[in-house]
């Protein structure tokens, strides 16, 4: 008798290339979610493609905070995003961590050697529910999430893709710094 497959396989969601803004997710084989941002980059739609609906709208703004609204929670009201996802300090830990608060607990978004973004509960550091592992530039990225993660999945998602497009912007500002010196007035 063959011991029966595993459910805790993890779920791997493949983009269709190396972009948090624009992009298909795939998940064994078929489309299930797009990432689409306007030109401007002021706003940026994840889309349920099965549901044929816009499951979360993160929007950048100049002035005011960033926001990231769940249609189909809060009333459908916007958030602040850094009331959703706070910067915290955690011992022992150089880098910066990012809390996340959902309905299924509380989060924290490290990185480290092995992952370039991982998502821990809080209240054990030491087995990722959710993880992306360090890729060239020219290699899809690929977001894996453990079982039992799939009520919030959407949370997940949506944190990565704003956390991952800020790792990306502070590594062009530095890239640009090398190449053409400090920009006046950024941090």
Known sequence: MSPEPSSSAPQTLIFDRNSVINATLYSKGAPIYTVMTNKAGTRTDLCDIHGQCIVATIKRREVFSDTVKFPSRNDGNSVAINKWLRPISLPNHREACTSLVTDSGNFVWKTDAA????????????????????????????????????????????????????IRMKEKRKQNEMMYGPVAGMP
């Open 115 to 166: 992952h370039r973004l991982a998502l821990y509960p809080e209240e054990d550091a030491e087995v990722p529910v959710a993880f992306m592992l360090r890729v060239r530039n020219t290699q899809p990225l690929v977001l894996t999430l453990k079982e039992g993660s799939e009520e919030m999945v959407e949370d997940i998602l949506v944190s990565f893709i704003i956390l991952e497009q800020r």
